[in-house]
């Protein structure tokens, strides 16, 4: 029978990789939010057939009113993200922005488990939160860019706190249901922002509905500790050597790929 908790990790693994590609993807459009807000819709569309009939199959299951709560949240909190992301893409280079923003979330997440929850780590734990916040710093946008360093750090918050919530989501519905309840509130949100049409958006729109569906299946079979961190740095370093490489975002290479290895190392010691 095979680990809950591996095909959970295998599954934020390629989640974190769809993610990545994606948001590659609109850097490279000029437009983030508007590729975005065209999207996120479309996903939504052709997702929501496949809802339907399995709603009809499984016998009509509700939502019970503390996740729809959640619902609504966690699709605020996601619509606001994207507005921020757009920020910091227009702002800074992809290969700082996303790093930075990744490599913050975890560190968020650990800060809330020690501060609020009162959860205790091991020195190694500890270790590979030191590592995580030098990961962070080496990617930092630099002085060219610095502008982009509050918006990638506020995404990386962001981040955090709406994996949290669709933690809680999938416990409370079923996980097909409420992600794609949360994702019609994204679009709801999203329709002022979106106008006509950008070459490439149903490619994009495939790539976020793919990500979204392996990262709430692991979300509903294997912990949020588990599943958070590999999917918040799994593409770190695939994005930040694209951007380098292939955007030409040369300013402080040996830093950006440094620093993304660093938190690449940061979460597997978190995870020990």
């Known amino acids: 029978m095979l680990d809950p908790i591996a095909v959970g990790a295998a599954l934020a693994v390629a989640s974190a990789a ?14 983030p939010l508007r590729v975005a807000a065209l999207a996120f819709p479309l996903a939504t569309a052709l997702a929501t ?7 009809l199959l499984t016998g009509q299951p509700g939502v019970p009113w503390p996740a729809m ?30 790093p930075t923003a990744r490599g913050t979330a975890p560190i968020v997440a650990v800060a809330l488990g020690v501060l609020v ?17 030098g990961g962070v710093w080496l990617v930092r946008p630099g002085a060219a860019s610095a502008v982009a360093l509050l918006p990638a750090i506020t995404v990386g918050v962001l981040i955090a706190g709406y994996s949290a919530l669709d933690r809680l989501g999938v416990q409370a519905a079923p996980w097909w249901l409420y992600g794609w309840l949360v994702q019609v509130v994204i679009s709801i949100l999203l329709l002022p922002s979106a106008h006509r049409g950008i070459p490439g958006v149903p490619l994009v729109a495939v790539l976020v509905g793919a990500s979204i569906v392996c990262v709430l299946v ?55």
Do not use: C
Request: glycine share 8%.
């Open 49 to 55: 057939p496949l809802v339907v009939a399995a709603w």
């Open 117 to 133: 929850l009162g959860e205790q780590l091991t020195g190694i734990q500890w270790v590979a939160v030191a590592i995580l916040v």
């Open 69 to 98: 709560v959640i619902v609504l949240i966690s699709g605020a909190v996601q619509v606001v993200y994207l507005h921020v992301l757009s920020r910091a893409y227009r702002d800074g280079d992809i290969s700082s922005v996303y």
């Open 218 to 272: 692991a979300l509903s079979i294997a912990p949020l500790a588990v599943v958070a961190p590999v999917r918040f740095v799994g593409g770190t370093v695939i994005v930040a050597a694209w951007g380098v490489l292939r955007f030409g975002e040369r300013e402080r290479m040996p830093q950006k790929l440094a620093g993304a290895a660093a938190l690449v190392a940061g979460v597997v010691l978190l995870s020990v």
């Open 18 to 31: 769809l993610n990545a590609t994606w948001n590659l993807r609109i850097k490279a459009s000029g437009d």
